[in-house]
């Protein structure tokens, strides 16, 4: 099983920036899609952004489109999730995941290794 564990979270003022890490553990980081999912309270957690195990390809929710960049170092087994010109409504725990496709994957469903969040606090 592969162990994935965030990091970089913390409190900004709205029009910040953040940069979130997920550090992977095991010897298949490389092969899978992976993604940032986020969850606000009293709300379900809703997919941010996924990339290929290549990085070849990358998809976003519309609410964080031009906004956030998701990246991927293999050779670090290292995902992130650069975030600019933060809204408060991006307040929420950030979750990184691995996917059991190869393919971009944009539901919880798609998903089989899950890291344990990271809080993102946006003040207004």
């Known amino acids: 099983q592969v162990q994935l564990v965030e990091s970089g979270g913390g409190l900004v003022q709205a029009g910040g920036s953040l940069r979130l890490s997920c550090a992977a553990s095991g010897r298949t980081f490389s092969s899978w899609t992976m993604g940032w999912f986020r969850q606000a309270p009293g709300k379900e957690r809703e997919f941010v952004a996924t990339i290929t195990w290549n990085g070849r390809s990358t998809r976003y929710a519309d609410s964080v489109k031009g906004r956030f960049t998701i990246s991927r170092d293999n050779a670090k087994n290292t995902l992130y999730l650069q975030m600019n010109s933060l809204k408060p409504e991006d307040t929420a725990l950030y979750y990184c995941?691995?996917?059991?496709?190869?393919?971009?994957?944009?539901?919880?469903?798609?998903?089989?290794?899950w890291g344990q969040g990271t809080q993102v606090t946006v003040s207004s």
């Open positions: 995941a691995k996917s059991r496709w190869t393919a971009t994957a944009m539901t919880g469903d798609e998903y089989d290794g």
